[in-house]
């Protein structure tokens, strides 16, 4: 099956995820991540269902503001049913990669 993979708008503060219209993101899988780090260790937080929906995932960056995190998920990504919010702390940004 063939899915288009498309990119959100990144993020820079706490929030919901965005398509580059943007309008908030609906039921979707994570593809990928591209994080940008502070010269801080920080993470991004990761829930289905806005800022009080389940912890899906937490993902961490290094203290460095040269060294971008990029990941990629196996098989199918990661299943969001309801929206993608992620809670930023110490990053300056993160893009998904969603389909």
Known sequence: MT??????VPLTSTGQF??????ALGRTRIKAVYMIPTGTAGSVIFRDGGSGGATVMT???????????YL???GEGVLFT???HGTVTNVTSA???YG
Not at 18 to 23: E, G
Request: a negative charge; charged letters at 5%.
């Open 95 to 97: 893009t998904i990669f």
């Open 82 to 84: 309801t929206n993608v």
């Open 3 to 8: 899915i288009d993979v498309l990119a959100s």
């Open 59 to 69: 993902l961490n960056t290094v203290a460095s503001a040269t060294q971008p995190t």
């Open 18 to 23: 965005t398509n580059q219209t943007p309008i």
């Open 72 to 74: 990629i998920f196996p």
